[in-house]
Nanobody, 124 residues
Framework: QVQLVESGGGLVQAGGSLRLSCAVS????????MGWFRQPPGKEREFLAV????????YYADSVKGRFTISRDNFKNTVYLQMNNLKPEDTAVYYC?????????????????WGQGTQVTVSS
């Protein structure tokens, strides 16, 4: 089991940037991966990005490709989501999640562990 704690959320103006962090603890293995999801108010949770824990392979949702960047620092046991050119529609609770498969996935059900979420609000 993996424990995840997000931080870095807050209030930002449109066009601004934020970097979310996800502290990772517990057991990670060769096939582990870490992803970011978000849930806007009144909407379902949606996939944003995923990165292999022991590699550099990444995969992004089309909606954030080019604006958001996922990265990880294994020495600090932390996964990041750099968000640039933020828009009011990026307002949501952002979640870090962990899974373990031989493939990367955007399917929520294939993530086994979740953080508590961090709120991001983008004002116009």
């Amino acid at each position: 089991q993996v424990q995840l704690v997000e931080s870095g959320g807050g209030l930002v103006q449109a066009g601004g940037s934020l970097r979310l962090s996800c502290a990772v603890s517990g057991r990670t293995g060769m096939n582990s991966f870490m992803g970011w999801f978000r849930q806007p108010p009144g909407k379902e949770r949606e996939f944003l990005a995923v990165i292999r824990w022991n590699g550099t392979t990444t995969y992004y949702a089309d909606s954030v490709k080019g604006r958001f960047t996922i990265s990880r620092d294994n020495f600090k046991n932390t996964v990041y989501l750099q968000m640039n050119n933020l828009k009011p529609e990026d307002t949501a609770v952002y979640y870090c999640a962990a899974g373990a498969r031989t493939y990367l996935t955007n399917r929520e059900k294939e993530y086994d562990d979740w953080g508590q979420g961090t709120q991001v609000t983008v004002s116009s």
